[in-house]
């Protein structure tokens, strides 16, 4: 299944839509209204929520929580790598790897592929692409998706800071 994430443009508050190739929407995510941190709610077409996904507030190395129909789901946490950024969502077993640009991205479970998340570049606005086989796998993949756009903010943020 391949599914997109594109940015709601003219918005005062960043959204995401969700959508299949056949450009029907799938998902809205929203910003939390009020958040001392990035906190995304990913709403289906019937707006019920199906997962949260909050920047967590503990240590460096746990970056998102995760919330998977009202349960928790764990989080991501970043692994160290030389050139490669690599994170790890334990609760479902997950490996995630980018290249070296933060532009493509392969999922894996017991050392097998079970995605892929693809950066559209050339784009308005902010676009990405996501593939998996598993149907099981939809809700996780939007809510990773979510985390990855968050991680990429909050760097944009930290090296904003730096410039100051």
Known sequence: MKLYLKKKHFSLRTQFTIFDEFE???????????????????LDKDMNEVAEVQKSLGPIISLYKFTLG???????????????????WA??????KS???????????????????????MTWGESYEFEFEDENDEIPMAALVVAII???????????????
Not at 100 to 120: A, C, D, S
């Open 24 to 42: 029907e929407t799938r998902y809205y995510v929203n910003p939390a209204f009020i958040s001392l941190v990035r906190h995304f709610h990913i």
């Open 150 to 164: 968050g991680i990429k903010n909050d760097e944009n943020d930290e090296n904003r800071d730096l410039d100051n």
């Open 70 to 88: 009202g349960q928790d789901a764990g989080d991501l946490r970043a692994k160290t790598s030389f050139m490669k950024v690599k994170y790890s």
């Open 91 to 96: 609760a479902l077993g997950w490996e995630i």
């Open 99 to 121: 290249n070296f640009l933060q532009t493509e991205y392969v999922i894996t479970k017991n050392e097998m592929q079970i995605g892929t998340i693809h950066k559209k570049m």
